[in-house]
């Protein structure tokens, strides 16, 4: 990537999460399944406050629970309990608080 669109793309990514109110949650890791060999996917879900509820885009009013995809190459530990924080602005985006614990 070029550098100068990369720096440009930092600096848009401090500046909003600068600006953004984060809620702190617990979600949930769960049905972590091997997609092929050294890649799995899981699933994160997490509660949303009622006042952060907000519309889909197909017009659906979604006031949680939230559950997100991730795909890596370690799988982590199924129904684990994690804290995690989100946007309250933009309450698909989070970010987890706590380490994942991983499988051996």
Not at 54 to 76: K, V
Request: with cysteine; hydrophobic share 40%; glycine share 6%.
């Amino acid at each position: 990537m070029n550098r100068k669109i990369m720096i440009m793309f930092l600096i848009v990514l401090i500046s909003l999460t600068s600006f953004c109110k984060w809620i702190e949650t617990t979600g949930e890791i769960t049905g972590v399944e091997q997609i092929e060999e050294g890649y799995y996917g899981y699933s994160v879900t997490y509660d949303i406050d009622k006042i952060h509820a907000f519309y889909n885009f197909e017009g659906e009013l979604i006031e949680g629970p939230i559950t997100s995809m991730i795909f890596t190459d370690s799988p982590p530990i199924d129904n684990q309990k994690i804290k995690l924080k989100y946007d309250s602005e933009e309450p698909a985006f989070f970010e987890f608080i706590d380490d994942i614990k991983w499988q051996n």
